[in-house]
T-cell receptor
Framework: SAVISQKPSRDICQRGTSLTIQCQVD?????MFWYRQQPGQSLTLIAT?????????ESGFVIDKFPISRPNLTFSTLTVSNMSPEDSSIYLC???????????FGPGTRLTVT | SQQGEEDPQALSIQEGENATMNCSYK?????LQWYRQNSGRGLVHLIL?????REKHSGRLRVTLDTSKKSSSLLITASRAADTASYFC????????????FGTGTQLKVEL
C-alpha cells in the first residue's frame, strides 16, 4: 500500500479566494483521484488526475472551478477556485496501482469557507 | 446520483455483538469494495469482492455479494469499540475503469 500525505490538513478561507491542495505519494502510482465529501455525506469523485495530460472531470465538476495538475507520478494538486460557503467540504486524494482496483486515501483536507 | 444505497444509516451495538451493514447498487459491476472512515479522516480499504465471487472473509469481516439482487452485506463479528466508524461500500462499474462510486454510508457506534 502507498503512504499519502495532503497539505494543508485544514484551512479556513474567505469567499472569493482560491486554495490549492497538495497530494504527495511515497511511490509512483498510475492513478490519482480527487474526491469531495460534503458535511455528513458520502464521497463524490471530482476528477481523475492524469500524468502529463488534462484531468478527466466527472459530471457536475469543471476545470475552471477545480483545476488539477499532475506533473509526475507521485504528486498532484487540486485548486478550489472562487470559493463559496458551498465549497466547505473535506477534499481527499486517493491512488491506485496499475491492475489494482483498491484505492488508498490521503488523510483529507478540511476546508471551511466563510 | 449515488450508485450505492446503504442501510441502516446508523447502527449502535454493544461491544462483542455482530454488526451487519447492507449495500444496494443499480447497475452491473466489476467489483464491490468496503471502506472504513474514522471521524472524517481518510478512508481505509477493508475488502474487495469481485462480481463472480459470492462470499469473502478477512479476519472478523465477512462480505457477501448477490449480483442478482444487486446487493452486498458486510458483517463485522465480535465488534470492538475501535470499530466505531463510518463504513462505505463502493462499486467499480463494468467498463468503468478504476473509478469508485460510493454508497451513502453506515455510521457504526460500538459501545462498551
Amino acid at each position: 500500500s502507498a503512504v499519502i500525505s495532503q497539505k494543508p490538513s485544514r484551512d479556513i478561507c474567505q469567499r472569493g479566494t482560491s486554495l490549492t491542495i497538495q497530494c504527495q505519494v511515497d511511490s509512483q502510482v498510475t492513478m490519482m483521484f480527487w474526491y469531495r465529501q460534503q458535511p455528513g455525506q458520502s464521497l463524490t469523485l471530482i476528477a481523475t488526475a492524469n500524468q502529463g495530460s488534462e484531468a478527466t472531470y466527472e459530471s457536475g465538476f469543471v476545470i475552471d472551478k477545480f483545476p488539477i495538475s499532475r506533473p509526475n507520478l507521485t504528486f498532484s494538486t487540486l485548486t478550489v477556485s472562487n470559493m463559496s460557503p458551498e465549497d466547505s467540504s473535506i477534499y481527499l486524494c486517493s491512488v491506485s496501482g496499475s491492475g489494482y482496483y483498491e484505492q488508498y486515501f490521503g488523510p483529507g483536507t478540511r476546508l471551511t469557507v466563510t | 446520483s449515488q450508485q450505492g444505497e446503504e442501510d441502516p444509516q446508523a447502527l449502535s451495538i454493544q461491544e462483542g455483538e455482530n454488526a451487519t451493514m447492507n449495500c444496494s447498487y443499480k447497475t452491473s459491476i466489476n467489483n464491490l469494495q468496503w471502506y472504513r472512515q474514522n471521524s472524517g479522516r481518510g478512508l481505509v480499504h477493508l475488502i474487495l469482492i469481485r462480481s463472480n465471487e459470492r462470499e469473502k472473509h478477512s479476519g472478523r469481516l465477512r462480505v457477501t455479494l448477490d449480483t442478482s439482487k444487486k446487493s452486498s452485506s458486510l458483517l463485522i463479528t465480535a465488534s470492538r469499540a475501535a470499530d466505531t466508524a463510518s463504513y462505505f461500500c463502493a462499486t467499480v462499474l463494468t467498463g468503468g475503469g478504476n473509478k469508485l462510486t460510493f454508497g451513502t454510508g453506515t455510521q457504526l457506534k460500538v459501545e462498551l
